[in-house]
């Protein structure tokens, strides 16, 4: 392989709501409903200039609290809405916090259900200051997928259920091969991922038949001997859902799949009357299904949750347990990183 | 079982747009291009009162030409807009004569992919003449799948291509069933069985996160021993569409499968690089897909459509080495119809 400049940090895209960010709390009930602010701080440290918390925030990323006018003085470009109220909806603050936000010079990126294109208000804003306006959730226009094999490499995470950690791992993937010195890019497929990606297409939200052409949209062919890491979502395990994780599967043409996992899980996430499928049947689906597009496609480890497991000595043997089940590296990658799944991913793919 | 009454022709339904129907169709340069009110003159003529044709209208559905005036003095209280035009849009003229409808007092049902609601004047003489605009195309709002198995019998057509006589199949063995006294309701996914059906759902319009909510809506429980027929969508190895086909299958719950083929099919419809897969392979895919949902699904028929084999001689022969292969009744809806099929069907659910 020919050697690679290290690219420890992703180039600033060039979308007209690009970083510098700063973060919008509201006032976030818990750390749970700040979960997109929350990825892209951990995530994308270097484009958080700050947080924006309101009187009742009852979290912090701990980034410095700025209001609007400190945000752009610090650099922010785009204010990102990074918190779910209930519902997905924007409540009388939030709107005037983000025309507020406009007014002080900055675009607003949003992941919120509700759009910001909805609210007058805040389309005059935007309009009167020129900037822009993102709704995460909205999909741009697709082609319809063609299937053709298009160079490249491509990874993509898949899932026993839905929200085992398949975002987690895939960008622990690209900071683990970016490390190593090898062009790796993750590629969102949620509106958190998107935010971090600065790109990337809400592929839950598109219309059923572009979901395989959303796939082949956000990871083109590429010949730079790097690696365009697939965000999976769902599972083909999971009744509501399955559809996208297929559609998603397709796309993906993925020479390699990660498989995530959360042991202990009682069901499938919010169906109390549907079991998590054994892993060994849900990896043989995922690769049967992905034959269809790319037939040479390999499995190249297993990555778990184990954050419910009861220590460190019950991770290491859920992880052993599945190796020897398996024949593939497992780990967590809170815990243990994803080393070892990226040295069989090299190993798989050395020439 | 008890004995149900037959019920030859469906209630007509209680939607807006409800029949007697003008089948509009424009200046259609083939037949194929009044695809939709083909379907519906074929499968409920009951319904249709005539068909309206522009002067250089080169088809024809056989029914009595009808200028908007006349339709509405012959009872249609709903003029279909049966005819797909370049790109799906609505050229000066279709725009003036849907005008023309609404003014003289019918309701417009629409299968096109470009709105009626996109047109100004459309929606103004909706208003003034207080009539219903329905856009097939356009998704109701619909929730997401639950997985949760519902009382009732339902039927799935699945397929080892798009287009290989899904729809036709499930209206034959619709008209089959009634025909012997059972209760029987085709549920439409697709704008040409929307009219047909009276309602419906455009499976493949809907936002990827609803495929499979989709699918549960157009065929709630039912405990009257009928039977929900469900029109199948796209191909489990079609690598453009199998995320509706997938989430089409797991919303079903389907009972029984019939797999629809195309026999000489070089390969997937519009995908030169997509071998058709064997019809083993492709039934034994579906049915394993299916069990996620219904544990108890089997398959009940093949329905070729053996128009294209040369010959009564070719297509018998063909049937025939299909029910070899696969231990299924294998019929020709067209030429032989669906009896065979529905035996088995019943034979299945005798109890």
């Known amino acids: 392989m020919l050697p690679i400049d290290p690219t420890p940090t992703p180039a600033i895209p060039a979308s007209p709501w690009s970083p510098p960010y700063l973060l919008y709390l509201g006032n976030a009930p818990d750390h749970l409903a700040a979960k997109t602010a929350r990825g892209l701080a951990h995530w994308r440290p270097q484009w958080c200039v700050g947080q924006f918390r309101g009187s009742e925030c009852k979290t912090t990323l701990g980034l410095p609290d700025l209001d609007f006018r400190q945000a752009v003085e610090a650099g922010a470009k785009t204010m990102i809405v990074g918190v779910a109220n209930a519902g997905g909806v924007m409540d009388a603050e939030v709107v005037r916090h983000v025309v507020a936000a406009l007014d002080a010079g900055m675009n607003i990126g949003?992941?919120?259900h509700e759009r910001l294109t909805s609210h007058p208000e805040i389309v005059a804003a935007a309009e009167r200051n020129a900037r822009f306006l993102f709704d995460a959730r909205q999909a741009p226009a697709l082609p319809v997928g063609n299937g053709r094999r298009r160079a490249g490499l491509r990874l993509l995470a898949v899932g026993t259920d839905c929200s085992v950690g398949k975002m987690y791992t895939t960008l622990a993937i690209e900071r683990e091969l970016r490390s190593?010195?090898?062009?790796?890019d993750f590629r969102a497929t949620g509106q958190t991922g998107i935010f971090i990606a600065g790109a990337g297409v809400p592929i839950d939200a598109v219309v059923a038949d572009f979901i395989s052409g959303a796939a082949e949209w956000i990871s083109p062919a590429r010949d730079d001997g790097g690696w365009d890491l697939i965000e999976g979502q769902g599972s083909l395990f999971h009744p509501s859902y399955a559809g996208v994780s297929l559609g998603l599967l397709h796309g993906a043409?993925?020479?390699?799949?990660?498989?995530?996992?959360?042991?202990g899980r009682a069901h499938m996430r919010g169906l109390p009357h549907y079991p998590v499928p054994d892993l060994k049947t849900c990896l043989e689906a995922n690769l049967e299904a992905a034959r269809l597009t790319n037939p040479d496609v390999v499995a190249v480890g297993v990555a778990v949750n184990t954050s419910q497991a009861g220590g460190a000595d019950n991770a290491a043997r859920i992880c052993k347990d599945i190796e020897d089940l398996l024949g593939l590296p497992c780990q967590d990658p809170v815990g243990m990183g994803v080393a070892r799944i990226a040295d069989r991913l090299q190993a798989c793919f050395a020439n």
Chains 1, 2 share one sequence.
Request: hydrophobic share 40%; glycine share 10%; proline share 5%.
């Open 253 to 263: 043409q993925a020479d390699a799949l990660v498989l995530c996992h959360e042991p």
């Open 110 to 112: 949003s992941g919120l």
């Open 180 to 184: 190593r010195g090898v062009r790796a």
